[in-house]
């Protein structure tokens, strides 16, 4: 559909949820910070998650205490079409947050990321598709859909590198181009949740998400690395980095990403089978460890662990930022949280709250 980015219309003028909303990966990461936010704004939230990430249950207990429970829990997984169909009705809307997470995780069993993101996905779309109150999917997908990115013209310098061409970074009309396991299996996903927008009606955006960081992260080497730099300068732990350390991420706070989840849904009449990049943009850019070493450092008060570098991974990117253009013209949004802020809330809820 085409939407005119300067219509009034599309500008959100309320904070709204729908009555009723399926979280599903309700226990990750994204999927908690987006239930505390759902809440605490009156909607009737249902948390569906397998469980099988380590952590993820603790994650959504802790979740639980500090709203008192106000939350209704299901224990099921995507790949399985009864489970989706049981936990999608009576729902008004759907974040679909679940799957596989990792690149390398997917180059070890493709197999299982092909289930866990592709199959899962469109078994939370067809559900959707099934159901009488046709419910709104808002899917999260990813910046790896635009694979590795090597025909941009890059610059290198001194602790960082620089996109020659696209100052304000990769927008939504650069060609998808799958560049390992988890973004063939993403995009599939993604395929799936837009054309059963324009093939059946069902009211769905696509999140291409950037670096997204904050509360709850429970990151490992192989994914939230952000987290991980946290842990490790925390606790002294080694540190390994993939790359020469000047790869560059834009950063941006899960609290700035469900804002932008409110405001598809706000208005999703006008946006139903629409994309946005969402990520910090070219102003919450930097290389993961040479520009962002003494942000970090500052907010840890104490200096990082050194690092050993190794070898670049299968589709990473030496450089990614998401141009936010759309999200700030259509939506009327842009980050609020800056860098040094949300460090320094990360590592404040590690010091409580580490596991």
């Not at 729902?91 to 493709?110: E, I, K, M, W, Y």
């Amino acid at each position: 559909m085409s939407v005119d980015p300067h219509s009034a219309a599309l500008v959100p003028t309320a904070r709204r949820w729908p009555g009723r909303v399926l979280v599903t990966g309700g226990a990750g990461f994204i999927g908690t910070n987006a239930i505390r936010h759902l809440v605490h704004d009156g909607a009737e939230v249902t948390a569906f998650d397998s469980f099988r990430r380590p952590g993820s249950e603790r994650n959504l207990e802790l979740l639980q205490l500090e709203l008192e429970s106000q939350v209704r829990v299901v224990v099921g997984d995507v790949r399985d079409p009864d489970a989706v169909d049981r936990a999608m009705a009576n729902v008004d809307a759907v974040l679909h947050l679940a799957g596989q997470t990792a690149v390398t995780a997917s180059l070890d069993d493709p197999r299982g990321d092909m289930f866990d993101n592709a199959v899962g996905t469109f078994n939370v779309v067809d559900a959707a598709r099934r159901s009488p109150k046709q419910p709104i999917v808002v899917y999260a997908s990813t910046n790896k859909v635009y694979g590795s990115l090597d025909d941009l013209a890059v610059a290198e310098e001194v602790d960082r590198y620089r996109l020659i061409d696209l100052p304000h970074g990769v927008p939504e009309s650069r060609p998808l181009d799958f560049a390992s396991p988890y973004a063939c299996s993403k995009g599939a996903g993604e395929i799936y949740v837009r054309d059963f927008a324009r093939t059946y009606g069902v009211p769905t955006v696509v999140i291409r998400q950037s670096c997204i960081y904050g509360e709850r992260q429970l990151g490992v080497e192989d994914q939230g690395w952000l987290a991980w730099f946290v842990r490790s300068g925390l606790s002294g732990q080694p540190l390994s980095i993939f790359g020469d350390g000047k790869q560059v991420r834009d950063l941006l706070h899960v609290d700035d990403l469900i804002d932008v989840y409110h405001r598809v849904i706000d208005r999703i009449d006008h946006l139903s089978g629409e994309v946005f990049n969402v990520g910090g943009g070219a102003d919450r850019s930097m290389s993961i460890w040479w520009q962002l070493r003494p942000t970090l450092e500052s907010a840890l008060g104490t200096a990082m662990p050194e690092p050993t570098f190794g070898p670049w991974r299968v589709g990473d990117q030496k450089i990614f930022i998401a141009d936010i253009t759309k999200a700030r013209e259509v939506l009327g949004w842009t980050p609020r949280i800056s860098t040094t802020d949300g460090l320094n809330r990360l590592v404040d809820w590690f010091r409580v709250d580490e596991r």
